[in-house]
Structure formats: structure tokens, C-alpha cells
């Protein structure tokens, strides 16, 4: 700050239009500066801006400033790009190098040359800058001290910048509402060239066309919203964007040849009736520009549960009746988008999960080149490129919190003939993929992850030769497992993978749907390259990890009477039913059926009371993702509930074991935790503060506790269940749970 506290002392704006007028309003309605002086060579636009208050005093030159500027003085060069040359060489005849200079021309290379050519280098008093805002009006009759709010202002500094000067430019944005970032001058100009010069010149040519077509009054007379919408831009300055084209030369004749390259294919398209190659033109455009709008909205994958902060609040007692289906199985969801994409020919999915993880494997597939149409309300189709025929993506592929998308994604782009490279949120940055790293590099792989335990971002180097491997795991795990079997499709020869205890075998039997042969013996599944996956139709079942927590809430609730629909009853992922049963819970099982090569049934879940046992350690990985309700039912039973076996736990989303035995010690129940499970003691469950620490499931978890505490119960940093189970809050509260959440 200067030293009475303002963001800038005089504010200097040469060239009184929209932009210059509209910082200059901006600062002066803040009170972050003490003067605004207006420069322009038009003595009625400085007339109009006096009268309007948006300067204070105006000059039609510099030189009428004479040596009045000084430290914390900025002049902010607010003329057409290709005009800022003649305001540079007026501030180097006229002002000090206390004075800190900024401009906000579109093209930055330009400008930069013309200091060089003027300075002899880039003066350390000029800090190139470019608010990202703007509107098709123009002159200082447009002026709107709110154009910066919340909008982004790029600054190009360079080596020579002087710090201090930089300083003060951000300070004077910020003092606006304005969200500074820098970047490189010609990273700048190549990201504007695509993003604005090339809509505007789109635009400009397109209005100009249809102007001189015959029929033209016709044609805008009917023009509909969007020809209303897109060529809106086409009314800014003429002059501005005839400086910009020609400043920007280079980069905005790249962005059209590109641009043109693909008019042409898509013209090419329409004319044969591609029509798969026009719907993925389509599909991709509307999915690249809903994650635009979604990233300017600041949200997430899914738009109900936006990346804020969010904290579930939840009374004491409730009820649990009624009769609900919860949301697909996520297993499935991301494997169902993964054998399809690979697949030939076109994919149906129903009962599709639409939360942040599998969606996070959706969009990772449309960066690969997939026609994906959908999600809408379960249905996906997905439109399968085959075994060879995934594209290289843009960029890293990002995966959120899905670890299991990043670690059967790690398996599959091992065999692709490209480079790749997979990152993820925070949270899932901190969890270990060494697990798959080390048994795909002995399948000849190019893989690498960070540090000791092999943390994301995971790089993959295309090309790789891969070959078949035996390999017993070291720890039971559906992931590595299918990792390695992805992988194996790829591979020369035979790939066969032993656990140490069966776990979820979700793509064995989805490979099998594909027509793909896969041999399951005991603790053991193999299969041999060389074959090809071939279309199919796909029933989602609903989710049993999100029926766990209905299944618990129902059985430690006096009179509750619920029955969960169509659930997936897989073998390998029952072991919370058996567990439940095995503490005395009333569960019955009906309409049983088997859909899409997966068994699927009602549950009928009614009060009983529990007592604790010693959890069966064959059952663990069967119900690996489930204990942290498990925990909650085993608070509420009578007696001590022991496990043992389940370390993989402490390596989720959080350390599952000590995160759920700090919140149970929070709310009353003596908890111990051990390296591999817990010991827990039955009681009373009071209220309190519990930290989810961003664990979906620890969140969820501790909401089916407050149906038997005796004080509410308020759960931090819930925004993660969106991961999994985006509706279970109005679940929840519809089967009688009390929850809100802020």
C-alpha cells in the first residue's frame, strides 16, 4: 500500500474509452486512490468525463503533467494496441522511473517490442498488463466501475520488472474486484489469439458475409438467438480489433488455419453424412463448453455440489421407513465408460452413477477422443474407438479424488502408443499408486509416479512393449487387480493375477459382457491379449457401498422398517450384509435376479438389536469400502466389535481407521484404533463436532449416527459426498433422517 493506505496515489488514464474509464470509476468509487486524471487528445471526451465524475481534472497530452508524477503514481495506457507505441515514448520523455506504468492492450508482444525500441530494453517501471473483460460498447459513455469484478487480469512481467512496480499494479486490480494472474507474453498472445481474436474475426467475417448475401434483409429479420448471441462481438470497435489482428499477426493466422482445418473436416462431415464424426464434434463442443462455464462458475463436475465449503448439520433421532433406490454402482459406472470406450461399436449404459468420480472417467475418455452422448438421468452412450484407437490427450488428464480412475486408467494407457500423464484434486494427490506403478513396470511399462510411495501426478511414456506377467498381490485389491488386467489386453501373452482373498470382480464379468474371455478360478483371474471387446448393453445396479449406509441406518434404528431396490449383489461385495447378519441385523433378501451378468435383489431391512463381534477377517475385503458405517453400527451394538485385517483402510480418501475412531471418541464411544482395524465398544452416542477430513464416506457415516445420538451432530468438509452418492442428502432426509447442510 502507499503510505496513507490507498491501493495507488494518482491514477493517470491516457485514453478515456470504456476501459480506461471504467478503472478509473472503479477506483474512484472504492476510494483507493486520491486523484484520477484523464489524457486524451479529444477535449469532448474530456468534457463528457468530467461531467459523468469518472476523472477528476483532464489533460490533452503528458507533457501538461509536467514533473507533478511520483512513486505511487500510475499511468494506465488505455489506447488502441497499435497506438500504445506513441504514449511509451511519450512517458519516456516525460516521466520519472518512480512512475509506475501499466497499459491494457489485448496483444502484449507488441508492445513489449515497442519499449524495446524505445527504451533500448523493457523499463523496469512497465508492468505489461491485460484485464480480461470488456463489452461490445465502447467510449467513455459505456464507462461501468463493476466491468473488472470478479474477472480475470493477466500481468506479463518480465525478468527486468521491477517487483515494486508489479506490487502496485495488483494492488490496483485487486482494489477493483480484479483476479490477478500472470503468465508469459507469448503464452498470452497464443491463449487470446484462440479465445478472442479468432471468435471476434469469426464473427466479423460472418456478419460481413451474410451482409452481402441478396437476401440479407431476410436473413436478419428471422436471425434466431443464437446468430443474435454469437455475432453480438461483431458490434465492438472496428478500429481496436483492425490494431489487435495486425499486432497479433502470427498467432491469430495459427488459431485460424486450425480453425479452418476443422470447418473443412466438419464440412466434409455434413457432406458424406458422417455421422459419428459430427456427433463427436457436437458432443465435445457442448461438454468443453458446460466444464467452461462450470470452471467460470467456480464448480464442480457435478453442479449441486459446488468445490466450497460445506458442513452437514444433523438433529438427534428419526425415523427410517419407507422405500428407495440408491444411485448406481460406481465400480461398474467407471468400468462400464472404460470396456466401452475400448470397445467396437456402440455402447448403452442405464443406471449410469452421474457423480464427481465417474464423471471424472467420462470426461477423461472424451480428452482421448470417445463420443460419449450424456449422462441424462442414468443413460450414457458411448460410442467405442476399439483397443487401438483412444487419441492423445491435449494435456494431463485430470481425475479429481477417483483413485480408482487413475489407478485402471494408469493400466490402460500403459498399452496406448502415446505419452500420458494422470493428476488428480489435493487429496488424491497424497494416496500412493505404487501399488500399480511397480507391477506395471514389470510388464515392461514406461511408468513413473513421485517420491518413496509413488504419489501422483503419474506419467506414462507411450510405445512401451508390454508382456504378460504372474503376479500374486501383495495385498487384496480390486483396483490393482483390474489395473493389471487392463494392462494384460495389451500385453504379449498371458496375465494372471492371485489375491491373497477374492475381492470385487466387476471387470472380469464386464470383460466377459464385452466378449471378452477372462478365466476365474478361486483367487485367480487370467487372460491372453489378442482379443477385442465388442459392444454391449449395460443395467447399472444400484450401489451396495450407498445402500451400506440405509442398511445400517435401518438396523440401528428402533421401528424402522426400509427396503432398498434393485441392488447389486455381487459376491464379492456382500460382505456388509454378512457382517450386519452376523451381528444380529434383520436383513431379507428378495427378487433376486441377475441383470447384464451381475446378480441384483430387494433388501428388506427392519430394526434388531446388535451385538459386537469379531469381524471374520474372509469378509474384509468384501466389504472393504464399507467400514466406515460399519463403525457406526458397531457403536451401537452391544458389546466389543473387533477388526483386524483391514490396513488398505488407512491409505482411502483419508486414514479411514483413525478418522473414524477420532470422530466415534468425539461423539462418546470408546474407541481404539490398531495398525489394521479397530477396536470399538458399544454405548451412547452423544453430539458433537466431527472433521470428515473430505472423505465421502466418513461424512455419510456420521450422519447415520445421529439417528441414535442424544445431541446434534455437526460434520465439516462434506462437499466430497458428491463423489459418490450426489443425492444422498435428500435420501437421507426422505426416509427421515434430519439433515441440513450449509
Not at 512517458?91 to 512512475?99: D, G, I, N
Not at 425415523?319 to 465408460?337: A, C, E, N, T
Request: glycine share 10%.
Amino acid at each position: 500500500m502507499t503510505p496513507d493506505g490507498l491501493a495507488v496515489k494518482k491514477l493517470v488514464v491516457v485514453g478515456v474509452g470504456l476501459i480506461g474509464s471504467s478503472l478509473a470509476a472503479a477506483l474512484k468509487a472504492a476510494n483507493a486512490c486520491t486523484e484520477v486524471i484523464g489524457v486524451d487528445r479529444r477535449t469532448a471526451t474530456i468534457k463528457t468525463a468530467l461531467g459523468l465524475g469518472v476523472i477528476d481534472r483532464g489533460v490533452q497530452a503528458l507533457a501538461e503533467l509536467g514533473d507533478e508524477l511520483g512513486s505511487g503514481d500510475v499511468v494506465f495506457v488505455a489506447v488502441p494496441t497499435l497506438s500504445v507505441e506513441v504514449v511509451l515514448q511519450q512517458c519516456c520523455e516525460h516521466l520519472s522511473s518512480e512512475v509506475t506504468i501499466t497499459d491494457g492492450a489485448s496483444v502484449k508482444g507488441s508492445v513489449a517490442e515497442a519499449a524495446r525500441r524505445i527504451y533500448g530494453e523493457l523499463p523496469p517501471q512497465l508492468v505489461l498488463g491485460h484485464p480480461i473483460a470488456g463489452s461490445e460498447k465502447s467510449g467513455v459513455a459505456a464507462v461501468n466501475p463493476d466491468l473488472y469484478r470478479d474477472h480475470r487480469i493477466i500481468l506479463t512481467p518480465e525478468s527486468l520488472t521491477d517487483p515494486l512496480h508489479i506490487e502496485r499494479v495488483e494492488r490496483m486490480w485487486s482494489a477493483v474486484g480484479g483476479l490477478v494472474m500472470k503468465m508469459p507474453i507469448a503464452l498470452h498472445d497464443d491463449i487470446l489469439a484462440s479465445t478472442s481474436h479468432l471468435p471476434h474475426a469469426i464473427a466479423f467475417s460472418l456478419v460481413d458475409t451474410l451482409a452481402h448475401d441478396s437476401e440479407n434483409e431476410d436473413i436478419f429479420k428471422y436471425a434466431a438467438g443464437g446468430f443474435r448471441d454469437f455475432t453480438r462481438i461483431a458490434s465492438s470497435d472496428p478500429v481496436m480489433w483492425h490494431d489487435i489482428m495486425r499486432a497479433n499477426r502470427a498467432s491469430v493466422l495459427e488459431a485460424i488455419d486450425l480453425f479452418s482445418a476443422n470447418l473443412n473436416r466438419l464440412r466434409r462431415a455434413i457432406a458424406s453424412d458422417d455421422s459419428e464424426y459430427m456427433l463427436g464434434v457436437f458432443t465435445r463442443a457442448k461438454e468443453a463448453r458446460d466444464h467452461f462455464t462450470r470452471l467460470i462458475n467456480k464448480q464442480a463436475f457435478v453442479p449441486k455440489m459446488q468445490n466450497r465449503e460445506v458442513t452437514f448439520e444433523l438433529q438427534p433421532g428419526g425415523q427410517v421407513k419407507g422405500k428407495i433406490r440408491v444411485p448406481g454402482d460406481k465400480s461398474m459406472s467407471h468400468r462400464s465408460i472404460m470396456l466401452g470406450s475400448l470397445a467396437t461399436g456402440v455402447t448403452e449404459v442405464d443406471g449410469f452413477l452421474e457423480g464427481e468420480d465417474a464423471l471424472a472417467t467420462l470426461q477423461a475418455f472424451r480428452d482421448m477422443g470417445v463420443v460419449i452422448e450424456g449422462p441424462n438421468n442414468g443413460k450414457v452412450k458411448i460410442h467405442g474407438v476399439g483397443l487401438y484407437g483412444l487419441q492423445k490427450p491435449a494435456g494431463p488428464l485430470y481425475v479429481g479424488n477417483s483413485g480408482t480412475s487413475m489407478r485402471l486408467l494408469a493400466g490402460i494407457l500403459a498399452g496406448q502408443s502415446f505419452d500420458s500423464v494422470l493428476i488428480g484434486d489435493e487429496s488424491l494427490s497424497q494416496r500412493p499408486m505404487n501399488r500399480v506403478v511397480k507391477p506395471l513396470q514389470l510388464m515392461g511399462a514406461s511408468i513413473t509416479a513421485g517420491g518413496d510411495k509413488g504419489l501422483p501426478p503419474v506419467v506414462i511414456q507411450g510405445g512401451a512393449k508390454l508382456t504378460g506377467l504372474h503376479y500374486e498381490l501383495p495385498m487384496a485389491s480390486a483396483q490393482v487387480k483390474s489395473c493389471l488386467l487392463l494392462a494384460g489386453l495389451y500385453a504379449n501373452g498371458s496375465t494372471t493375477i492371485v489375491e491373497p482373498a477374492p475381492t470385487r470382480d466387476h471387470t472380469e464379468r464386464m470383460l466377459r459382457g464385452f466378449g471378452y474371455q477372462v478365466k476365474s478360478e478361486g483367487n485367480t483371474a487370467s487372460l491372453v491379449s489378442g482379443g477385442q471387446l465388442l459392444s454391449a448393453k449395460i443395467d447399472v445396479p444400484a450401489d451396495i457401498s450407498s445402500a451400506a449406509f440405509f442398511l445400517v441406518a435401518a438396523s440401528i434404528t428402533p421401528g424402522s422398517d426400509l427396503t432398498l431396490t434393485h441392488v447389486g449383489m455381487n459376491p464379492t461385495r456382500i460382505g456388509v450384509i454378512n457382517i450386519l447378519r452376523e451381528m444380529g441385523a434383520h436383513i431379507e433378501i428378495t427378487d433376486e435376479a441377475v441383470v447384464g451378468g451381475e446378480p441384483v435383489a430387494n433388501l428388506h431391512v427392519k430394526y434388531a438389536p446388535l451385538h459386537g463381534i469379531e469381524i471374520p477377517e474372509d469378509q474384509v475385503p468384501l466389504a472393504i469400502d464399507e467400514f466406515p458405517v460399519l463403525f457406526i453400527a458397531a457403536s451401537c451394538a452391544k458389546g466389543r466389535t473387533v477388526l483386524r485385517g483391514a490396513e488398505e483402510l488407512r491409505v482411502k480418501e483419508s486414514d479411514r481407521i483413525q478418522v473414524m475412531v477420532d470422530g466415534l471418541v468425539a461423539l462418546g464411544i470408546s474407541a481404539t484404533p490398531t495398525p489394521d482395524g479397530a477396536i470399538i465398544e458399544g454405548g451412547t452416542l452423544g453430539g458433537g463436532v466431527v472433521e470428515s477430513h473430505g472423505d465421502h464416506r466418513i461424512a455419510m457415516a456420521f450422519s447415520v449416527a445421529s439417528l441414535r445420538a442424544t445431541a446434534p451432530i455437526k460434520i465439516l468438509n462434506c462437499a466430497n459426498v458428491a463423489t459418490s452418492f450426489p443425492n444422498f442428502g435428500e435420501l437421507a432426509t426422505q426416509v427421515g433422517m434430519q439433515l441440513a447442510h450449509s
